[in-house]
Antibody, heavy 122, light 107 residues
Framework: QVQLQQWGAGLLKPSETLSLTCAVYGGSFSGYYWSWIRQPPGKGLEWIGEINHSGSTNYNPSLKSRVTISVDTSKNQFSLKLSSVTAADTAVYYC????????????????WGQGTLVTVSS | DIQMTQSPSSVSASVGDRVTITCRASQGISSWLAWYQQKPGKAPKLLIYAASSLQSGVPSRFSGSGSGTDFTLTISSLQPEDFATYYCQQANSFPHTFGQGTKLEIK
């Protein structure tokens, strides 16, 4: 059964780059898309983007200019970088596995990592 | 982007009650819809996928229905551990989008 464990810096200053990593344990690294989703305090969920084992990515257009998702298949890890952060990027960031069913790729998120609160403040 | 609108935004109910939450998509998404449960301080948990398929390990009191633009999540008999926030998510197209959430509170 797949488990995800994530880590990264929790306090950033405006204009810095957010960097988070998620490790995948207990399952196949291929055959899934590996996603990042965020949740501002007290608010709803926003899909950031995803990557598969071969490096194919999909990004939310609202964040695409600032987001890079990468993969390290040798370590079964994937990472998120979000540049030029502002207070609006303050959120809990989750990594998640997406099992997909077609070429688009369509699918749902399960399981999720434990979440990392990232606060942007001067 | 496909907008997902949940109703109600919050609902109060008692243990043993039947509760229905609605999710409406701004355009047709076939059955590409999932439901998640989130408890405070925890990551969301997948309950229902493909609009009506129960995720492994999820109690059978949870059920989903709908297709196209209108979907429902039903909890047949509320248990104390069901008080949480519920989100729908469309997987039909990018960007994947979520509803704003429905908070289920104890009456």
């Amino acid at each position: 059964q797949v488990q995800l464990q994530q880590w990264g810096a929790g306090l950033l200053k405006p204009s810095e780059t957010l960097s988070l990593t998620c490790a995948v344990y207990g399952g196949s690294f291929s055959g899934y898309y590996w996603s990042w989703i965020r949740q501002p305090p007290g608010k709803g969920l926003e899909w950031i983007g995803e990557i598969n084992h071969s490096g194919s990515t999909n990004y939310n257009p609202s964040l695409k200019s600032r987001v890079t998702i990468s993969v390290d298949t040798s370590k079964n890890q994937f990472s998120l970088k979000l540049s030029s952060v502002t207070a609006a990027d303050t959120a809990v960031y989750y990594c998640a596995s997406k099992q997909y069913y077609d070429i688009l790729p369509r699918g749902w998120f399960d399981p999720w990592g434990q979440g990392t609160l990232v606060t942007v403040s001067s | 982007d496909i907008q997902m609108t949940q109703s109600p935004s919050s609902v109060s109910a008692s243990v043993g009650d039947r509760v229905t939450i609605t999710c409406r998509a701004s355009q047709g998404i076939s059955s590409w819809l999932a439901w998640y449960q989130q408890k405070p301080g925890k990551a969301p948990k997948l309950l229902i996928y493909a609009a009506s398929s129960l995720q492994s390990g999820v109690p059978s009191r949870f059920s989903g229905s709908g297709s196209g633009t209108d979907f429902t999540l039903t909890i047949s008999s509320l248990q104390p551990e069901d008080f949480a926030t519920y989100y729908c998510q469309q997987a039909n197209s990018f960007p994947h989008t979520f509803g704003q959430g429905t908070k289920l509170e104890i009456k």
